[in-house]
């Protein structure tokens, strides 16, 4: 079992850029396939992408091109890059973790961690 703490969250203006992060504990971290969620106000938990064990990608269309994820196993973490954010990006990010293939149903993720807000100006 892994815990999950992001970071990196903001205020920026549109078009521009951020960089989450999410560091796990434990000693397992690399056979972990791992996603970012997103929830706006009044929304459900959406999918936004994930990275496998192995290190393949794959993202929800509305941020392909724009977000990019990668991991480093050395340092326990998994990383959103966000360019040319919109308005419509703003949300609380979440972070989960699984064992197994990436899915974009937040149900079959039990290891979440707390959140962290981006604020995209218009």
């Known amino acids: 079992q892994v815990a999950l703490v992001e970071s990196g969250g903001g205020l920026v203006q549109a078009g521009g850029s951020l960089r989450l992060s999410c560091v796990a504990s434990g000693r397992t971290f690399s056979l972990y396939a791992m996603a970012w969620f997103r929830q706006a106000p009044g929304k459900e938990r959406d999918f936004v992408g994930g990275?496998?064990?192995?290190?393949?990608?794959t993202f929800v269309d509305s941020v392909k091109g724009r977000f990019t994820i990668s991991r480093d196993n050395a340092k326990n973490t998994v990383y959103l890059q966000m360019n040319a954010l919109k308005p419509e990006d703003t949300a609380l990010y979440y972070c989960?973790?699984?064992?197994?293939?990436?899915?974009?149903?937040?149900?079959?993720?039990?290891?979440w961690g707390q959140g962290t807000q981006v604020t995209v100006s218009s």
């Open positions: 990275i496998s064990s192995g290190g393949d990608t």
């Open positions: 989960a973790a699984r064992l197994g293939i990436v899915s974009s149903s937040r149900f079959v993720y039990r290891t």
